[in-house]
């Protein structure tokens, strides 16, 4: 019988254990850490051996698989002991990939992948088909396949999980963009992320199809790299391409297989610029699955986006309060403030990750942002950034303050945006907890007439 190894017993790894079980492997999952109690109790229940607290190196090196959870580094001492030994070191994606039968659309990029995948799974699901939702979203692959398989899986695909892939092959993959992020984990190369990203393509052929931005310039460079071998189709916001989807900013319009789509972006649910890059990703794969414009229509028309994703909290005195909590790097901020032309008040800040502002100045000068409000223990390179360009900046590390703040200074018809375009540790546990804190603090507030 053939022993894997499972390095960590998060999500992804407790699902690879379970299916491991089933497959008749023998299984040991082995964390660093502490397992939580409920995943100790599911590996009790299903006869699977597991240790905490440590590795024990004799054992995992006597294995014939390793599996390992995306955030250990391929540079883990452990990790390199078993590529020298000359041991296969996957991740789940990969090891859940040869037991199911379904048709995968896989989605990677740096920004807007969450959305794409919800997206696209929600248009599948929306028109009756038998669908799956996995990978960064949601149950992990591998533990839904040991309840059962489905015709079609939308998977959301890390760079750290593509490093894990050897036969992966998606019958469509989608690159929503490349934008520097991560870069402690590729040497501080930006190719080398270029590469990560480009792998997901690697195994596709002229029968599968790839979907990819084509104004974004590092797709554009990571194409010269590692040219694309399957049937290439574009979005576009400036020019029609032959294949794929183009937006002129009115409507959505997509060419696929020989069939013609058009969607108004007033049917769409979700708004902004990135939005509808999302969407022709969605929708030109969507098409590709077999759907009509028909149903293209109905499924933008009642989709919902995932929590701290550009989601709108409320509206109280005639202003919006928009959870852009995800927005963890000045990319996805960008995208954020250029989805509004009312002006706003702009709540930003917190562990910075070597972030370059310059970008974000044209869409905050004049009187679009009328305030920033720096949340964060160190708000200096944020507020030198932007000093004498906003013309009022404050600073808090209460995120209450700073709601409290954006209810004072903004006026009915304006907007008070969290994007914070800096990562979350400084303050919060994640994104999701500064998220949900915003949200609880919009929700405590009360209208002004009535004050």
């Known amino acids: 019988m053939n022993q894997i190894a499972i390095l960590g017993a998060g999500e992804s790894g407790l699902g690879a254990a379970m299916l491991a079980k089933r497959e008749g492997y023998g299984v040991l999952v082995s964390d660093l850490g502490t397992i939580s109690e ?3 109790k599911a590996l009790l229940e299903a006869g699977i051996d597991f240790e905490e607290g440590g590795h024990s190196e004799a054992k995992i090196l006597s294995c014939d698989l390793v599996i390992k959870s995306p955030g ?14 000359g041991i296969p070191v996957i991740d789940e994606l990969e090891f859940a990939f040869g037991y199911s039968q379904g048709k995968v659309i896989a989605i990677t990029g740096t920004n807007g992948k969450t959305t794409t995948t919800l997206l696209t799974y929600h248009l599948l699901k929306e028109a009756g088909y038998d669908v799956g939702l996995a990978g960064n979203v949601g149950q992990s692959w591998a533990g839904q396949l040991v309840e ?39 040497g501080y190369k930006i190719e080398n992320y270029i590469f990560s990203k480009m792998a997901l393509f690697k195994n596709m052929g002229a029968g599968e199809k790839a979907i990819v931005y084509r104004e974004d310039a590092l797709t554009q460079q990571g194409m010269g790299l590692k040219p694309i071998s399957a049937d290439l189709h574009a979005i576009s916001l400036v020019a029609k391409p032959a294949k794929g989807g183009f937006s002129d900013g009115a409507g959505l319009e997509f060419s696929v297989g020989g069939k013609e789509a ?37 499924g933008f028309g009642t989709f919902k986006n995932a929590p701290h994703r550009m989601e709108l909290i409320r509206e109280l005195d005639g202003v919006r309060y928009v959870n852009d909590s995800k927005g963890t790097n000045v990319e996805s901020t960008y995208y954020a403030l250029g989805s ?7 709540i930003a800040g917190g562990v910075d990750k070597g972030n370059d502002y310059s970008v974000l100045k044209p869409l905050v000068d004049g009187d679009k942002v009328k305030v920033l409000i720096c949340l964060g223990k160190d ?22 303050q700073a709601v409290a703040w954006g209810q004072e200074l903004a006026e009915s018809g304006e907007v008070v945006l969290l994007s914070p375009a800096c990562a979350s540790f400084d303050l919060f546990k994640n994104y999701e907890d500064r998220g949900e804190q915003f949200r609880s603090a919009v929700l405590e507030l009360v209208e002004k007439e009535n004050a």
């Open 379 to 400: 708000n200096e390179k944020l507020k030198e950034a932007f000093s004498g360009i906003i013309s009022q900046i404050k600073e808090t590390q209460d995120i209450r």
């Open 72 to 85: 250990i580094p391929d540079q883990a001492p452990l990790v390199k002991a078993a590529v020298e030994k």
């Open 340 to 346: 509004y032309t009312e002006p706003m008040v702009w």
């Open 38 to 40: 409920q995943r100790k």
């Open 148 to 186: 059962g398989d489905h015709a079609w899986w939308v998977i959301e695909v890390s760079s750290f999980q593509i490093d894990g892939f050897r036969a992966f092959k998606p019958e469509i993959a989608i690159l929503t963009n490349i934008t520097p992020d991560h870069l402690d984990r590729y």
């Open 262 to 298: 058009s969607v108004p972006v007033s049917a769409l649910s979700i708004q902004g610029k990135h939005n509808i890059l999302n969407a022709l990703c969605a929708g030109t794969a969507a098409l590709m699955a077999g759907l009509d414009e028909a149903q293209l229509m109905a």
